[in-house]
C-alpha cells in the first residue's frame, strides 16, 4: 500500500521561492505544450508514450525554448502524459459501460472492448461518439509544480539537525537548498508544490516500510464498536472521534438546503429557457449552478471526517495490541443502495473509511486486527447474557435489570466474540441467536440469583445519573 506522505519547508527565504517559482512556471508552459500537441486523438489517444514525444522534441529543438534544465522538462513531459492517460483510462471506463449496454453479443462486445483498449476507437463511429462525450479535452492548469527524480536530489542534515533538501535550479551545478520542518528525509520522486510562500514535498512511500517511524501500538486486547455519533466505542468504556455525529449532522443540513436552492434557481433557469431568454438561462447556469466551490466544499468535508475516523483509531491503537472490531466491509444484502437518504449515503461512506482505517492504522503501527462476527452484539446483555432494550444509547437488560452504556456494552461483546467458540465469523445471525438464547437459558437454571460471577472485564460500568446523549444509529441485526 502507497501512501503520500508532505515535507514542509521551514524558513525558506525569498529568493530561493521566487526562483522555484520560475522553474515551475516554465515548466508550466512545457505541461501546457503537452496538452495541447498530445491531448487528444491523435496523440496520448493513440498510444504516444512520454519517450516517444522526448525523442520528437530532441529531434525538432522543441526542448530549447523553455530555458529549463533537460531532466526537469524530461520529468515534467512524463507528469503530463501521466495526467493525461489518466483522464483517458477514466473515460474508457464510461465508454466499456456503454458497450456492454449497447450490445449483448460476445463477438460484437470483443471487438469493440479490444478496439477501446488498444486506442483503435477512432474509426468506430460507436465508440469515437461515446469517447468524444466522456473525454472531455481538458488543458493544462498546474504551473506551481516541479517534478523531481529520485536520482537528482538528496538531502544533507546541518550540525543543529536541521534537514536541507537539494534540487536542481535553473542552472546546471546551480543547487536550490531547502531547509525542510521535518527530520525524516524524502525519498523517491519528489513533487514539489509552491503555495503561499511555501513549498509542499510530495512523496509516497510503502505504508509496510512506516512502521518503524511510528508510535508503536499498545499492549491490550481491545473491543470496539463502531458508532455515528462517535467514530469508535471501547470495550473500556472511551470514546473516540466524538466529533464525528456533529460534523456529519452539520453536513447534510448544509447539503440539503443547498440542495433546495439549487433546485429553486434550476427552475427559475428552465422557465427562461422555455420563454426563450437563454441568455438569462445560461447565465444562471453558468454563475450560480456551479460545481467547483461545492466540490471544494466536499472535499474539505470528507477531508474532516477522515482526520477525526483516523485520529479515532489512533487513539485506540495507542492502548491495543489487538483490536477487535465488526466487520465493516461486508455489504449486507439490499443495503447496497441508498439512493436519495443523505443520511444513510453519510453513514455508509462512513463505515467505509472507518474499515479502512482500522486495516491502515493497524497495519502501519503493527497492531493486529481481527474481524468478529457482530449479530447481536448491540442487543445482549455482556453479564447475563440476556436481550436487552434500547432506548437513546441506553441498554435495559431485562434479566438483570441493570442499565449499560449502549455502545461500552456491545464492544465488550465484540472483545469477548474473539474467543468464542461458538459463534464464528460466518455462523448465520438466526444462529448466533439462537446460541445466545441457549446460553442464557442454561445459566439462569444454574445460577437462580444473578450475581458477579460473571464480572465484565472492566467492571461495573451502570449509567444512573448521565445525560443521555443522541442516539447512536445501529443496524438493527447488530
Ligand atoms: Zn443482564
Keep these: 500500500m502507497k501512501v503520500t506522505r508532505i515535507a514542509y519547508s521551514a524558513g525558506l527565504n525569498v529568493g530561493k521561492y521566487a526562483a522555484l517559482v ?68 477514466s473515460a474508457k471506463v464510461e465508454v466499456r459501460r456503454a ?28 465508440l469515437a461518439r461515446h469517447m468524444r462525450k466522456h473525454w472531455k479535452r481538458g488543458k493544462n492548469r498546474t504551473h506551481d509544480q516541479i517534478v523531481v527524480r529520485a536520482d537528482h536530489h538528496r538531502t544533507v542534515a546541518d550540525g543543529r539537525g536541521r534537514l536541507w533538501l537539494a534540487v536542481p535550479g535553473l542552472e546546471r551545478r546551480r543547487t536550490v537548498r531547502i531547509p525542510l520542518s521535518t527530520t525524516v528525509a524524502p525519498t523517491g520522486t519528489l513533487r514539489l508544490i509552491l503555495r503561499g510562500g511555501r513549498v509542499e514535498v510530495h512523496y509516497q512511500v510503502d505504508a509496510s516500510q512506516m512502521r518503524s517511524s511510528q508510535r508503536p501500538c499498545g499492549d491490550r486486547m481491545v473491543g470496539v464498536d463502531k458508532g455515528y455519533t462517535e467514530a469508535l466505542t471501547d470495550s473500556e468504556g472511551e470514546h473516540h472521534g466524538i466529533r464525528l455525529g456533529k460534523l456529519l449532522a452539520a453536513e447534510s443540513d448544509r447539503v440539503k438546503e443547498r440542495n433546495r436552492r439549487r433546485a429553486k434557481l434550476r427552475s427559475i433557469a428552465n422557465s427562461a429557457a422555455r420563454r426563450g431568454d437563454h441568455a438569462k438561462a445560461h447565465r444562471i447556469t453558468v454563475n450560480n449552478l456551479g460545481h467547483v466551490k461545492r466540490d471544494r466544499r466536499a472535499a474539505r468535508h470528507r477531508a474532516q471526517v477522515r482526520t477525526e475516523i483516523f485520529t479515532a483509531v489512533h487513539r485506540v491503537v495507542d492502548k491495543a495490541a489487538t483490536v477487535v472490531a465488526e466487520d465493516l466491509t461486508k455489504r449486507f444484502a439490499g443495503r447496497k443502495t441508498f439512493g436519495r437518504n443523505l443520511n444513510r449515503r453519510l453513514a455508509a461512506w462512513t463505515k467505509g473509511v472507518t474499515a479502512e482505517a482500522l486495516a491502515n492504522v493497524s497495519e502501519r503501527r503493527g497492531s493486529a486486527l481481527v474481524h468478529v462476527n457482530a449479530a447481536y452484539t448491540s442487543q445482549a446483555c455482556h453479564r447475563c447474557g440476556g436481550f436487552g432494550r434500547r432506548s437513546g444509547d441506553r441498554l435495559h437488560c431485562t434479566s438483570c435489570g441493570v442499565v449499560w452504556q449502549a455502545d461500552v456494552n456491545a464492544a465488550i461483546n465484540i472483545l469477548r466474540r474473539a474467543g468464542d467458540p461458538d459463534i464464528a465469523l460466518h455462523t448465520p445471525h438466526h444462529r448466533v441467536k439462537q446460541i445466545l438464547q441457549d446460553r442464557n437459558d442454561r445459566h439462569r437454571t444454574r445460577l437462580p440469583v444473578q450475581d458477579s460471577s460473571r464480572p465484565s472485564p472492566s467492571g461495573e460500568r451502570i449509567i444512573r445519573t448521565a445525560q443521555p446523549r443522541a442516539s447512536s444509529r445501529k443496524q438493527a441485526a447488530s
Excluded at 28 to 44: C, L, P
Excluded at 102 to 125: H, I, Q, V
Design 22 to 89: 520560475e522553474q515551475a512556471r516554465r515548466l508550466g508552459r512545457v505541461r501546457s505544450e503537452v496538452w495541447q500537441r498530445y491531448g487528444s486523438t491523435s496523440g496520448i489517444g493513440s498510444g504516444l508514450t512520454d519517450r516517444q514525444v522526448r525523442d520528437r522534441w530532441l529531434a525538432g529543438g522543441m526542448h530549447q525554448r523553455f530555458g529549463v534544465l533537460a531532466n526537469a522538462w524530461k520529468e515534467t513531459v512524463r507528469d503530463a502524459m501521466a495526467d493525461m492517460a489518466a483522464s483517458l483510462a
Design 99 to 126: 458497450i456492454l449496454r449497447r450490445t449483448g453479443n460476445p463477438a460484437e462486445r470483443k471487438r469493440m472492448l479490444t478496439a477501446l483498449k488498444s486506442d483503435r476507437w477512432a474509426d468506430d463511429p460507436f
